[in-house]
């Protein structure tokens, strides 16, 4: 590993062109909270991380989260440098993701949740 002095963020070597962050969080039925695993996440993530494999898609990290916060919005993934979460739903809704937003540089405009703290 090569340590890289740097003086502004644009001097950082970036790692990844994108990178995406899932939610796993699985809580017990019945969890005031709720949590993306109750909401069907853990099938949609593996499809994601798969798809990223399968198209050798190495410019794309993939890490398989923590609870991101917002619960009951789920199931949640970000995706940086964008800073964009999305709200899929079903396995074409990962498909879109990949090829529009992760591939093509562009917005699945109608699977963004916008959240407020
Ligand atoms: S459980 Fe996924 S955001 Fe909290």
Known sequence: MNVHVASTFEDVPQLYKRHVFACYTQRPAGHPRGSCGQQGAQPL?????????AERLGEVGFTAAGCLGFCSA???????????????????????????HLKGGELVERLVVVLSR
């Not at 993530?45 to 494999?53: A, F, G, I, N």
């Open 74 to 100: 789920g199931p949640l993934m970000v995706v940086y440098p964008e800073g964009v979460w999305y709200a899929p739903k079903t396995p074409e809704d990962i498909d879109e993701i990949v090829e529009t």
């Open 45 to 53: 993530w593996d499809r994601l991380s798969r798809k990223l494999e």
